[in-house]
């Protein structure tokens, strides 16, 4: 089994940035993901990252603007938001999963976060 909680989220103004933490327990992953969903919105891909190379995959939607870290001696993996917009308010969610592939999906992942809700006001 894997654990992960979620954090650092809340209300930010336009063009402002929070920084996610997802702080992870259990057994080793290949990889970790960012998912967010909107409501009335279908779950989308972020960012992931590879557990042990450091291996960064982002959506075209936040490159640029957002940035997948991890810190393996903490167990956490980070999401940097930058000039964030009104359109990235959504839950967020972490993901972990076993698979060495396919990671811009949310049915490859295993483990989910409970979600932390971000809010981008204009």
């Known amino acids: 089994q894997v654990q992960l909680v979620e954090s650092g989220g809340g209300l930010v103004q336009a063009g402002g940035s929070l920084r996610l933490s997802c702080a992870a327990s259990?057994?080793?992953?290949?990889?970790l993901g960012w998912f967010r969903q909107a409501p009335g919105k279908e779950r989308e891909f972020v960012a992931a990252i590879s557990w042990t190379r450091s291996y960064t995959l982002h959506a075209n939607s936040v490159k640029g603007r957002f940035t997948v870290s991890r810190d393996a001696a903490k167990n956490t993996v980070y999401l940097q938001m930058n000039s964030l917009k009104p359109e990235d308010t959504a839950v967020y969610y972490c993901?972990?999963?076993?698979?060495?592939?396919?990671?811009?999906?949310?049915?490859?992942?295993?483990?989910w976060g409970q979600g932390t809700q971000v809010t981008v006001s204009s």
């Open positions: 259990g057994r080793s992953n290949s990889g």
């Open positions: 993901a972990a999963t076993s698979r060495t592939s396919g990671w811009g999906l949310s049915a490859n992942y295993q483990y």
